[in-house]
C-alpha cells in the first residue's frame, strides 16, 4: 500500500503485448563468489498481489505479475539481464533466444521484407516440455497468434489487454514441429516482441481444451497435472502450466505463491533452488522490516524514500535497475494557460528538477533531456544533440513578463495575471496539478513543484484533489482523468511495454490517437498533442524494419516534441530491488525482475 | 425454543432486505458506479461501452436490476457478484479469506474473554481500589487508543527493536505463517499473537467494565446476601454463585459487538498484512472493485444479524429464567 | 475504534463515575436544573481538567501555526525545505521535521484543526440527521416508526467503517474535509437516532406534553418547545461522544488510505504517512497518534462528567 502504484503505468500503451525487459546504464551490481550450490528456499516480497496468473497482457498488466509468473513461463525471446546488454546495443541485442534457437532479424535472413509485408521466421528449441509431460512444438507457437488475433480478431472473448500490433498478424504457418513462420500483413518494426517474454508462447493443448468450450479462459476450468506441482482442476488464472525453471505449485491468496524447481528443464544446468515463494505483503516497511530480521530473502521495488535505510543495512544488496521511461507532468495544451507555450516553457525552467532528484530520490537518477521518448532500453535510438532544459527562474520570470503575464499583488495575491484578450482575458494564472492519491513519493513532488512554480508567479491549486490511479488512468468511455482531459497538469509515470521500442507510445502522441467521441474514444493522446512532425515521424518509425530508418524516425519525434512541450519529465524512472547478499546469482532486469531464477542460488 | 427462534429468523429477513437496498442504493447513487471496472481498459471505445453495459444490464433501469440483483442474491448458491478484476466470484474470493478472519475473531473471543472476566471480577470485588481506579482509567484509554498506530508500535517494539538489538524478533512484523510453514499451528500462534491483541485492547477495556458492573448488580441481590449471611466463604460465593448470572449480560454485548469486530479486524489485518476478509475488502476498495466491496457487505451483514440471534438464543439457554415464546 | 453505541458507551462511563457520595443540594434555596448540573459537572475533576486540555488544544491548533509562521518564518512555514527532510527533534523543530523538511510540530497543529474541525461537524451532521430521523420516529410512530427504525436496525447492523470506505472509494481519489463530514454523519446517525427516539418516546407520554397537545399546540411546536428541551441532557452526553468517534474514524479512514489528501492533513493522515517513513524518522509516527489519544481520551471524559452530571439518580444521592 506504500503508494507506489508506479506499477499502474499504462503497459498497454504501445500494444507490445507480453514483454518486458532491460536498461542501458546498469546499476547493477551482481556480486558471485564460490561455485553455485543446488538446494535451498528463496522467499521474495511483493506488495503488489496480482489478481490473476494470466497476467502477461492477457487480462492485466502488471509489472508485479510479470515477475510471480516470470521463472515458470516462457516465450520466444527472453529479455537480457541489464548486465548482459552490450555496449551501443542494436534493438535485438536486448533479446537472447528461449524457446526460439535464435533472434530473428533482417540481417541473419529470419526476416524476409517482400514488398509490404513481411515473414518472421521462428525456430525453436527441441526438447522442451511443458510442466505437465506434453511436448513444446511449433503448434504452440500458432496457437498463441491464433489466440491474441487470428481466431477472434478484436472479439477474444477472454479480456486481451491490447491487440495492437497483433492485428498486423495474418497468420502463422508450421511447416515442421520446430519451425514457425508468422505472416505479417504490413512491414512492422516492433514485431520481435511478439510472442516473447514471459507468458509468450501459451501451451496448445490447454487453449484447444478451451477453444472447445467458449473459449474464454478466464471461465473454462480445466483439469491441470503437474508433476511435483499444481493438482487440481480450476480456470486459467488460478494456475500456469510453463515451461520454465519452475513450476507453479500453489497460490494461497492474500499470502503467498510457491513456485518449485522444475527437474526436467531444458536449460543447461538444473536451477539451482528448489523453491522460490513470493510473499505478498502490501506494505513495504513490512518488507523492509522482514528483509533486516531474515525473515524474507528479496523484496521488490521499494520505494526511493527506502533507500537510505536499506544502505544501512550490511547484509543487504540494492539494485537499482534505471527505467526506461519517464515521471513526468503532462499538460493538457487545450487549457487556456498552457497553451501558451511561453507558459509551458517556463514551467519547464521553474521546476527545480535537479533538486528533487537530489533529495527525494537520493542521487539515484537523472533528469533526462526534454524529451524522454528513448530513456533505459531506448537508449538506441536517443537523440545525440538533445536539449536539457536547466532550472532557471530567473529566467522563467523573464520570459513569462515578456509574454505580457504580470505579477499583480492585488488582483492575484502576488501571482500573475494573463495578458488581456482572448483565450485568459487577464485572468490569474493559476492550474491544477493532480496524481495519483496515496502514493506518498509523488504528493511530496507536487507540494515542491507547486512551491516551486509559485516563486515564479504561477499559482497551483490547492488542495490537490487527487484521483486513484484506477480513475487516473481510467477509459475515455469510463471517464477516466487523463483520456476525457480533465486535468491541467498530470504526474505519473509512463515507460515502454516492451524493451527498447518507442513504438509503445505511438498512442500517446500522434494526433489520431487523441480520444474523442469522434472516434470513439481511442487513443491515449492525454495531452491534444497535434503536430504533422510527431505523426509522420512515429508512423515512419512503425513501418521500417531497419534500425536506422527507425533511429532517425524516433530522433525527429524527440526533436518535434521538445520544440512542443506537451510534458515536463522530471526524472528517469527507477527500479529498486534489494536482496539478502547470501541469495547469489541475481541479474537484474527493470522490467523483468526474476528473469534469471534458475541461475539464483543460496550461498551458505 | 424452535419457534422462537424461527420467529427471530423471519424478523431478520425485513433487516436483510433492508441492508441489501440500501447499499444497492448506494453504489447507484455515488459518482463511481458499479460498473466502473468493467470499463478500466483505457483502450474501451464508446461502443464497447455501450455494448458492455447492455451485456451486464446496466442500462435497465433502477428497479429492474435491484430485481436482478435481489434474484441473484437469492438463488442457490448465492450469487454475491463477481470480480471485474480478478474474474472470481465474490463468494469464492471470501470463502479463501473468512477462516482467516474466523482465525482471529477466535483468538479475539479467547484473549479477551480470558483477561476481561478476572479483571471484572477482581475490579468490582474490590470495589474503588487502587485496581478499580487502575481499570476504569485502562477502560478509558483503551476506547480512545487509535489502534492502527497501536499495532504500528507494537511491530516496532516486539520486532524491529529487540531485532536491531538482540538479533532476533519476538514476534514477526505480520502474515499468518512463515513459508514452508502453513498449516504449522505454533508457526500460526507465533503470528497471531501482536494482531490479537491489537484487536483485543479496546474490548478487553470494555468488557472487564461491564463485567465489574454486572457483577457489582448481582452482588446486591437478595440471594447473594442470604449466601453470604449463611457464612459462605466470600471467594465461594462470588465464584460459584454470582460468577454464572454476571455472566449472562456478556453473552448480550458479544452479539451487539460484532460489527465493531467486524471493523477491528480490518484494520489490524490491515496492520499486520493478514489475509482476512478486511484485506479483501481494502483491496478492492483501492481498485474500486464495487462487486466485491458490496458482496463483502452484504456476507458481513448476514453475518452480524445471525450472530446477533445466536447470542440471544444462547442467551436464552444460560439463563433459565428466560422463556421463549 | 470506539463504539458510540449507547449500549457500551455508557455503561463505561456510568460505572466510571468518580464516586461522589455527599448530597450537595440544599432543599431551601431554588437551585435551577442547568445550574446543578453545572455544579456537578465541575465536580467532575477528571471532566474539567480534559475540557481545559481540549480548549487548549483548539485554541493551540487555530491561533499558534500562524503566530509561528509570523515570528519565525524561516524556521516555520508551508515552504518544503528538501535540505532539511527528517530532522530529529531539536530546538527549534522539537517534534523533528516532516519528509518534505516541514516542522513537525506546527503541522501537527495544523492538523489538529482538521481533525478537530471533522469532529466537531461530522458530530453535528451525526446528531441533527440522527436527531430529526429519530425525533420524527418516536413522534411520530406507527408506520413511519417501523420504517424508519428498520433502516437504522439495518444501518447498525452494517459495519460501519467497511460502509465509509465504500463511500469514500466511490468518490475516486483523496477525499476533501467536507465529503469526510458528510459521510460520517451518513454512517454515524443511527446511534443518536435511536437514543433520541427513545428519550422522545419517554417524554412523549409526560403530563405536561399531554398539555400542551391539549391547548392545541402542533406537532412542530411541541416537538420544538417540549420534547427538544428535555431530550438535551442526553443528547449532549452522546454528541460529546461521537466528537471522539468521528475523530478516530476519521483518522482510521486517513490511515487506510482513503482519507483527506495533501497538503492539507489530519492526525490520521500524518500517521498514514509517517508510517511511510518509519525507518527514517520513528518519532514521526509517535506524535499524530499521541495526539489523537489525548484528544478522544479528553473528549471521552468530558462525556462521563456530563453523564454523571445529567444524570437524575446522582441528584438523588
Keep these: 500500500m506504500t503508494g507506489n502504484l508506479r506499477s499502474l503505468r499504462l503497459l498497454s500503451l504501445g500494444g507490445v503485448a507480453g514483454v518486458l525487459l532491460a536498461a542501458c546504464a546498469?546499476?547493477?551490481?551482481?556480486?558471485?563468489?564460490?561455485?553455485?550450490?543446488?538446494?535451498?528456499?528463496?522467499?521474495?516480497?511483493?506488495?503488489?498481489?496480482?489478481?490473476?496468473?494470466?497476467?502477461?497482457?492477457?487480462?492485466?498488466?502488471?509489472?508485479?505479475?510479470?515477475?510471480?509468473?516470470?521463472?515458470?513461463?516462457?516465450?520466444?525471446?527472453?529479455?537480457?539481464?541489464?548486465?548482459?546488454?552490450?555496449?551501443?546495443?542494436?534493438?535485438?541485442?536486448?533479446?537472447?533466444?528461449?524457446?526460439?534457437?535464435?533472434?530473428?532479424?533482417?540481417?541473419?535472413?529470419?526476416?524476409?521484407?517482400?514488398?509490404?509485408?513481411?515473414?518472421?521466421?521462428?525456430?525453436l528449441r527441441h526438447g522442451v516440455k511443458w510442466h505437465d509431460g506434453m511436448p513444446f512444438t511449433s503448434k504452440d507457437v500458432k496457437s498463441t497468434f491464433d489466440f491474441w488475433w487470428v481466431k477472434y480478431k478484436d472479439k477474444n472473448p477472454t479480456p486481451v489487454i491490447s491487440t495492437s500490433g497483433w492485428d498486423q498478424v495474418s497468420g502463422v504457418d508450421t511447416p515442421d514441429d520446430f519451425t514457425a513462420v508468422v505472416h505479417w500483413k504490413s512491414i512492422f518494426g516492433p514485431y520481435i516482441a511478439f510472442g516473447a517474454g514471459p507468458y509468450g508462447i501459451l501451451p496448445d493443448h490447454l487453449l484447444q481444451q478451451v477453444w472447445a468450450k467458449s473459449g474464454d479462459i478466464t471461465k473454462e476450468k480445466l483439469?491441470?497435472?503437474?508433476?511435483?506441482?499444481?493438482?487440481?482442476?480450476?480456470?486459467?488464472d488460478k494456475w500456469m502450466v510453463g515451461t520454465g525453471p519452475f513450476m507453479f505449485k500453489e497460490w494461497v491468496t492474500g499470502d503467498h505463491l510457491t513456485l518449485v524447481k522444475n527437474p526436467h528443464w531444458w536449460g543447461s544446468h538444473q536451477p539451482y533452488?528448489?523453491?522460490?515463494?513470493?510473499?505478498?505483503?502490501?506494505?513495504?516497511?513490512?518488507?523492509?522490516?522482514?528483509?533486516?530480521?531474515?525473515?524474507?530473502?528479496?523484496?521488490?521495488?521499494?520505494?526511493?524514500?527506502?533507500?537510505?535505510?536499506?544502505?544501512?543495512?550490511?547484509?543487504?544488496?540494492?539494485?537499482?535497475?534505471?527505467?526506461?521511461?519517464?515521471?513526468?507532468?503532462?499538460?493538457?495544451?487545450?487549457?487556456?494557460?498552457?497553451?501558451?507555450?511561453?507558459?509551458?516553457?517556463?514551467?519547464?525552467?521553474?521546476?527545480?528538477?535537479?533538486?528533487?532528484?537530489?533529495?527525494?530520490?537520493?542521487?539515484?537518477?537523472?533528469?533526462?533531456?526534454?524529451?524522454?521518448?528513448?530513456?533505459?532500453?531506448?537508449?538506441?535510438?536517443?537523440?545525440?544533440?538533445?536539449?536539457?532544459?536547466?532550472?532557471?527562474?530567473a529566467a522563467a520570470q523573464t520570459l513569462l513578463t515578456n509574454a505580457g503575464y504580470k505579477v499583480d499583488k492585488d488582483k492575484?495575491?502576488?501571482?500573475?495575471?494573463?495578458?488581456?484578450?482572448?483565450?485568459?482575458?487577464?485572468?490569474?494564472?493559476?492550474?491544477?496539478?493532480?496524481?495519483?492519491?496515496?502514493?506518498?513519493?509523488?504528493?511530496?513532488?507536487?507540494?515542491?513543484?507547486?512551491?516551486?512554480?509559485?516563486l515564479i508567479g504561477v499559482k497551483v491549486t490547492q488542495p490537490f484533489n487527487n484521483p486513484r490511479a484506477g480513475k487516473l488512468f481510467g477509459s475515455y468511455s469510463n471517464g477516466g482523468t487523463l483520456y476525457t482531459h480533465v486535468f491541467d497538469m498530470a504526474m505519473y509515470t509512463n515507460t515502454y511495454s516492451g524493451p527498447a521500442e518507442p513504438d509503445a507510445f505511438y498512442a500517446g502522441y500522434v494526433s489520431s490517437q487523441i480520444p474523442s467521441d469522434a472516434n470513439q474514444g481511442q487513443g491515449q493522446n492525454d495531452t491534444f498533442t497535434n503536430d504533422a512532425r510527431v505523426d509522420a515521424a512515429f508512423n515512419k518509425g512503425r513501418v521500417a524494419v531497419a534500425q536506422a530508418d527507425r533511429k532517425q524516425a524516433y530522433v525527429d519525434a524527440q526533436k518535434a516534441l521538445a520544440d512542443i512541450i506537451p510534458e515536463i519529465p522530471l526524472y528517469q524512472q527507477l527500479t529498486v530491488i534489494a536482496y539478502n547478499k547470501k541469495l547469489q546469482g541475481f541479474k537484474g532486469n527493470d522490467f523483468f525482475w526474476m528473469n534469471n531464477a534458475e541461475d539464483w542460488y543460496v550461498s551458505s | 425454543?424452535?419457534?422462537?427462534?424461527?420467529?427471530?429468523?423471519?424478523?431478520?429477513?425485513?433487516?436483510?432486505?433492508?441492508?441489501?437496498?440500501?447499499?444497492?442504493?448506494?453504489?447507484?447513487?455515488?459518482?463511481?458506479?458499479?460498473?466502473?471496472?468493467?470499463?478500466?481498459?483505457?483502450?474501451?471505445?464508446?461502443?464497447?461501452?455501450?455494448?458492455?453495459?447492455?451485456?451486464?444490464?446496466?442500462?435497465?433501469?433502477?428497479?429492474?436490476?435491484?430485481?436482478?440483483?435481489?434474484?441473484?442474491?437469492?438463488?442457490?448458491?448465492?450469487?454475491?457478484?463477481?470480480?471485474?478484476?480478478?474474474?472470481?466470484?465474490?463468494?469464492?474470493?471470501?470463502?479463501?479469506?473468512?477462516?482467516?478472519?474466523?482465525?482471529?475473531?477466535?483468538?479475539?473471543?479467547?484473549?479477551?474473554?480470558?483477561?476481561?472476566?478476572?479483571?471484572?471480577?477482581?475490579?468490582?470485588?474490590?470495589?474503588?481500589?487502587?485496581?478499580?481506579?487502575?481499570?476504569?482509567?485502562?477502560?478509558f484509554v483503551g476506547i480512545s487508543l487509535p489502534n492502527f498506530w497501536f499495532g504500528l508500535m507494537l511491530i516496532i517494539l516486539f520486532a524491529v527493536i529487540p531485532y536491531e538489538h538482540l538479533g532476533f524478533k519476538i514476534f514477526p512484523t505480520g502474515g499468518m505463517w512463515d513459508p514452508g510453514h502453513v498449516g504449522d499451528p505454533l508457526n500460526l500462534l507465533w503470528h497471531l499473537v501482536l494482531p490479537a491483541i491489537v484487536l483485543s485492547v479496546q474490548?478487553?477495556?470494555?468488557?472487564?467494565?461491564?463485567?465489574?458492573?454486572?457483577?457489582?448488580?448481582?452482588?446486591?441481590?437478595?440471594?447473594?446476601?442470604?449466601?453470604?449471611?449463611?457464612?459462605?466463604?466470600?471467594?465461594?460465593?462470588?465464584?460459584?454463585?454470582?460468577?454464572?448470572?454476571?455472566?449472562?449480560?456478556?453473552?448480550?454485548?458479544?452479539?451487539?459487538?460484532?460489527?465493531?469486530?467486524?471493523?477491528?479486524?480490518?484494520?489490524?489485518?490491515?496492520?499486520?498484512?493478514?489475509?482476512?476478509?478486511?484485506?479483501?475488502?481494502?483491496?478492492?476498495?483501492?481498485?474500486?472493485?464495487?462487486?466485491?466491496?458490496?458482496?463483502?457487505?452484504?456476507?458481513?451483514?448476514?453475518?452480524?444479524?445471525?450472530?446477533?440471534?445466536?447470542?440471544?438464543?444462547?442467551?436464552?439457554?444460560?439463563?433459565?429464567?428466560?422463556?421463549?415464546? | 475504534m470506539i463504539d458510540p453505541t449507547p449500549s457500551q458507551a455508557?455503561?463505561?462511563?456510568?460505572?466510571?463515575?468518580?464516586?461522589?457520595?455527599?448530597?450537595?443540594?440544599?432543599?431551601?434555596?431554588?437551585?435551577?436544573?442547568?445550574?446543578?448540573?453545572?455544579?456537578?459537572?465541575?465536580?467532575?475533576?477528571?471532566?474539567?481538567?480534559?475540557?481545559?486540555?481540549?480548549?487548549?488544544?483548539?485554541?493551540?491548533?487555530?491561533?499558534?501555526?500562524?503566530?509561528?509562521?509570523?515570528?519565525?518564518?524561516?524556521?516555520?512555514?508551508?515552504?518544503?525545505?528538501?535540505?532539511?527532510?527528517?530532522?530529529?527533534?531539536?530546538?527549534?523543530?522539537?517534534?523533528?521535521?516532516?519528509?518534505?523538511?516541514?516542522?513537525?510540530?506546527?503541522?501537527?497543529?495544523?492538523?489538529?484543526?482538521?481533525?478537530?474541525?471533522?469532529?466537531?461537524?461530522?458530530?453535528?451532521?451525526?446528531?441533527?440527521?440522527?436527531?430529526?430521523?429519530?425525533?420524527?420516529?418516536?413522534?411520530?410512530?406507527?408506520?413511519?416508526?417501523?420504517?424508519?427504525?428498520?433502516?437504522?436496525?439495518?444501518?447498525?447492523?452494517?459495519?460501519?467503517?467497511?460502509?465509509?470506505?465504500?463511500?469514500?472509494?466511490?468518490?475516486?481519489?483523496?477525499?476533501?474535509?467536507?465529503?469526510?463530514?458528510?459521510?460520517?454523519?451518513?454512517?454515524?446517525?443511527?446511534?443518536?437516532?435511536?437514543?433520541?427516539?427513545?428519550?422522545?418516546?419517554?417524554?412523549?407520554?409526560?403530563?405536561?406534553?399531554e398539555a400542551a397537545r391539549a391547548v392545541g399546540s402542533g406537532n412542530s411546536k411541541i416537538i420544538l418547545r417540549h420534547v427538544i428541551p428535555n431530550a438535551l441532557g442526553p443528547i449532549l452526553v452522546a454528541a460529546t461522544l461521537y466528537v471522539g468517534a468521528a475523530i478516530l474514524t476519521e483518522s482510521a479512514v486517513s490511515y487506510l488510505n482513503l482519507g483527506i489528501g495533501p497538503p492539507l492533513a489530519s492526525w490520521g493522515s500524518m500517521l498514514f504517512r509517517a508510517q511511510e517513513f518509519i525507518w527514517e524518522a520513528g518519532y514521526y509516527a509517535l506524535f499524530p497518534g499521541l495526539m489523537i489519544l489525548i484528544t478522544v481520551l479528553c473528549i471521552n471524559f468530558m462525556g462521563d462528567g456530563l453523564r454523571d452530571a445529567f444524570d437524575p439518580r446522582s441528584f438523588d444521592r
Design chain 3, 10 to 209: 455508557p455503561e463505561i462511563i456510568e460505572a466510571a463515575a468518580v464516586p461522589q457520595p455527599q448530597a450537595d443540594y440544599d432543599v431551601t434555596r431554588e437551585v435551577g436544573y442547568y445550574q446543578l448540573v453545572w455544579r456537578r459537572l465541575r465536580r467532575h475533576r477528571m471532566a474539567m481538567i480534559s475540557a481545559g486540555v481540549l480548549v487548549f488544544l483548539t485554541l493551540a491548533s487555530f491561533i499558534v501555526p500562524s503566530i509561528l509562521a509570523t515570528l519565525a518564518p524561516n524556521v516555520y512555514s508551508d515552504t518544503p525545505d528538501l535540505l532539511n527532510r527528517f530532522g530529529a527533534p531539536s530546538w527549534p523543530h522539537i517534534m523533528g521535521t516532516d519528509e518534505l523538511g516541514r516542522d513537525i510540530f506546527r503541522r501537527i497543529l495544523q492538523g489538529g484543526q482538521i481533525s478537530l474541525m471533522v469532529g466537531l461537524f461530522g458530530m453535528m451532521v451525526t446528531v441533527l440527521l440522527g436527531g430529526t430521523i429519530g425525533a420524527v420516529a418516536g413522534y411520530f410512530g406507527s408506520i413511519v416508526d417501523n420504517i424508519l427504525m428498520r433502516i437504522t436496525d439495518a444501518m447498525l447492523t452494517i459495519p460501519q467503517i467497511f460502509l465509509l470506505i465504500l463511500i469514500a472509494t466511490a468518490f475516486g481519489g483523496s477525499v476533501s474535509p467536507t465529503v469526510m463530514v458528510l459521510a460520517i454523519g451518513l454512517t454515524l446517525w443511527p446511534y443518536p437516532a435511536r437514543i433520541i427516539r427513545s428519550v422522545v418516546l419517554s417524554i412523549k407520554e409526560k403530563e405536561f406534553v
Design chain 1, 412 to 454: 492575484c495575491g502576488g501571482m500573475r495575471s494573463s495578458p488581456a484578450g482572448a483565450p485568459t482575458n487577464g485572468k490569474c494564472l493559476e492550474v491544477k496539478l493532480v496524481t495519483t492519491s496515496g502514493n506518498a513519493l509523488r504528493e511530496q513532488q507536487e507540494v515542491v513543484i507547486a512551491s516551486d512554480l509559485k
Design chain 2, 1 to 139: 425454543m424452535t419457534k422462537y427462534i424461527l420467529r427471530r429468523v423471519l424478523q431478520a429477513i425485513p433487516v436483510l432486505f433492508v441492508i441489501s437496498l440500501i447499499l444497492f442504493t448506494i453504489t447507484q447513487v455515488l459518482p463511481d458506479k458499479p460498473w466502473a471496472l468493467l470499463l478500466h481498459n483505457p483502450r474501451l471505445t464508446l461502443a464497447d461501452r455501450a455494448r458492455i453495459l447492455h451485456y451486464y444490464g446496466f442500462d435497465q433501469p433502477f428497479w429492474l436490476q435491484y430485481f436482478l440483483y435481489m434474484k441473484h442474491l437469492l438463488s442457490l448458491p448465492p450469487d454475491l457478484g463477481t470480480s471485474y478484476f480478478s474474474h472470481q466470484t465474490t463468494l469464492s474470493l471470501i470463502r479463501e479469506r473468512l477462516p482467516n478472519t474466523l482465525v482471529l475473531m477466535g483468538s479475539f473471543y479467547i484473549v479477551t474473554l480470558a483477561l476481561s472476566i478476572p479483571i471484572g471480577i477482581i475490579a468490582a470485588v474490590k470495589q474503588y481500589s487502587k485496581f478499580d481506579n487502575l481499570v476504569t482509567t485502562g477502560a
Design chain 2, 203 to 325: 474490548s478487553i477495556a470494555q468488557y472487564s467494565r461491564f463485567m465489574r458492573s454486572s457483577m457489582l448488580d448481582v452482588l446486591n441481590q437478595d440471594y447473594i446476601r442470604t449466601a453470604r449471611a449463611k457464612g459462605l466463604a466470600e471467594g465461594r460465593v462470588v465464584l460459584r454463585h454470582a460468577l454464572r448470572n454476571s455472566l449472562l449480560p456478556l453473552i448480550t454485548l458479544m452479539g451487539i459487538e460484532i460489527p465493531q469486530l467486524f471493523v477491528g479486524a480490518l484494520i489490524t489485518e490491515q496492520v499486520f498484512a493478514w489475509p482476512g476478509m478486511g484485506r479483501l475488502f481494502w483491496d478492492a476498495a483501492q481498485k474500486t472493485d464495487i462487486q466485491v466491496l458490496v458482496g463483502v457487505l452484504v456476507l458481513l451483514s448476514v453475518l452480524v444479524v445471525f450472530g446477533n440471534l445466536i447470542a440471544d438464543v444462547a442467551y436464552g439457554w444460560a439463563d433459565p429464567r428466560i422463556q421463549y415464546r
Design chain 1, 26 to 123: 546498469g546499476g547493477t551490481t551482481t556480486t558471485t563468489s564460490g561455485s553455485p550450490k543446488s538446494g535451498g528456499s528463496v522467499t521474495v516480497a511483493s506488495w503488489q498481489e496480482p489478481d490473476t496468473l494470466l497476467a502477461a497482457g492477457v487480462t492485466d498488466s502488471m509489472t508485479h505479475a510479470y515477475a510471480d509468473v516470470g521463472p515458470a513461463m516462457e516465450g520466444l525471446l527472453r529479455a537480457k539481464a541489464v548486465v548482459d546488454v552490450p555496449k551501443n546495443p542494436k534493438i535485438s541485442d536486448y533479446w537472447e533466444p528461449q524457446l526460439a534457437t535464435n533472434v530473428p532479424t533482417v540481417e541473419n535472413g529470419d526476416v524476409k521484407v517482400n514488398g509490404t509485408t513481411m515473414d518472421v521466421t521462428w525456430k
Design chain 1, 223 to 236: 483439469s491441470i497435472a503437474i508433476p511435483g506441482g499444481f493438482n487440481g482442476t480450476d480456470t486459467w
Design chain 1, 273 to 393: 533452488l528448489d523453491t522460490i515463494t513470493v510473499k505478498f505483503e502490501p506494505d513495504t516497511n513490512t518488507q523492509l522490516a522482514d528483509l533486516r530480521t531474515n525473515t524474507i530473502d528479496m523484496g521488490l521495488d521499494f520505494r526511493a524514500a527506502l533507500l537510505s535505510p536499506l544502505s544501512h543495512l550490511d547484509a543487504v544488496t540494492t539494485t537499482i535497475l534505471p527505467d526506461s521511461g519517464a515521471e513526468k507532468i503532462d499538460l493538457n495544451l487545450h487549457n487556456a494557460f498552457l497553451q501558451d507555450k511561453a507558459v509551458r516553457q517556463a514551467i519547464l525552467m521553474g521546476i527545480d528538477r535537479q533538486k528533487i532528484v537530489d533529495t527525494l530520490l537520493e542521487s539515484k537518477t537523472t533528469v533526462p533531456p526534454d524529451s524522454w521518448l528513448c530513456l533505459g532500453t531506448g537508449g538506441w535510438c536517443q537523440d545525440p544533440s538533445a536539449t536539457h532544459t536547466k532550472f532557471d527562474p
